[in-house]
């Protein structure tokens, strides 16, 4: 099995963990390579001097079957990973060496004993849907694709209209601070700050959130997966931004985008003993007592 180790400067990055993590994946005797940023990282901290031809850019190139990126950090470095991975049907694992962390489930204690066991056959793998956006982006973007959501956002004190149309129907016009169409696995990202329900990361679905509507009476919808949204953006005052993930782009008035699912899928590894359910119930201390 080969390691495609990712991280990336944002993170906050604990001398002892990366030594834990080096030790752990020398000791497993895997074949590995390191993005250039995380090589530069751990070289500069003293903890890893990885040769230049065991470091990747922003493509990762042709890798074995066998290989399995694995992503240290939060979410939101998952994400990036997974861009890196340029459709590649290559496993991601995440360690959450981040805050909530829905997609890096895996505790960043206890590597030694993640690594030792790393098989094929240890891991769950789960399919998880992406989005793809097609529209009127002023910049251009490396991927038109997102795994947890795209939104439209106003930027500045002006509110912002989103037309909204499932299937070239009129679903709703959208007065506010914008609208997220968020996959079930970002239904527990921006989609739940929103208001958006939970939503199980095998459904075939999307959810379409507004943000900050005007109308009190506008609530999140569950559409299927198959169907082709587009929304027609409107702005009177200020400006606003599209998003990809984590990714923004500045857009004009009267802009136009359509997002349907994705041909490409991101394939998220977990350990048998992880499930979305622990992960959400452990996250969001679900069933804890709190009476005192």
């Known amino acids: 099995m080969k390691i495609l180790l990712f991280s990336r400067s944002q993170i906050k990055h604990r001398t002892e963990e990366l030594l834990a993590l080096r030790d752990a994946i020398l000791q497993g005797g895997f074949d590995?390579?390191?993005?250039?940023?995380?090589a530069t990282i751990l070289h500069t901290l003293g903890v890893w001097n990885i040769p230049t031809e065991q470091q990747y850019g922003q493509t990762i190139g042709q890798q074995p079957e066998s290989a399995i990126m694995v992503c240290y950090g939060g979410d939101g470095t998952l994400l990036e990973g997974a861009h890196r991975l340029g459709g590649a049907a290559i496993p991601i694992l995440g360690i959450n060496a981040g805050h909530l962390g829905f997609l890096t489930s895996v505790p960043r204690d206890g590597l030694t004993t993640l690594f030792a066991n790393l098989t094929p056959e240890s891991l769950r793998i789960e399919q998880r849907t992406m989005l793809q956006v097609e529209g009127d982006f002023t910049d251009p973007a490396a991927s038109y694709q997102a795994l947890n959501e795209f939104s439209i956002q106003r930027h500045g004190a002006g509110m912002i209209s989103v037309e909204?149309?499932?299937?070239?129907?009129?679903?709703?016009?959208?007065?506010?601070?914008?609208?997220?169409?968020?996959?079930?696995?970002?239904?527990?990202?921006?989609s739940l700050s929103a208001g958006g329900p939970v939503v199980a990361p095998t459904c075939a679905c999307m959810v379409i959130s507004p943000l900050a509507p005007h109308n009190l009476t506008m609530r999140p919808m569950v559409i299927p997966d198959s169907s082709t949204i587009r929304l027609r953006v409107h702005v009177r005052y200020g400006e606003a931004f599209a998003t990809l993930d984590n990714r923004t782009y500045a857009i004009g008035s009267e802009t136009e985008f359509t997002i349907r699912k994705s041909d490409h899928s991101i394939f998220l590894a977990t350990p048998h003993n992880i499930s979305f359910y622990d992960t959400l119930r452990n996250k969001m201390m679900w069933g804890v007592d709190i009476r005192g």
Do not use: M, R
């Open 164 to 190: 909204t149309y499932v299937d070239e129907q009129l679903v709703a016009t959208y007065y506010g601070d914008g609208v997220i169409l968020s996959t079930p696995t970002g239904s527990t990202a921006y």
């Open 32 to 38: 590995y390579a390191v993005n250039e940023e995380f």
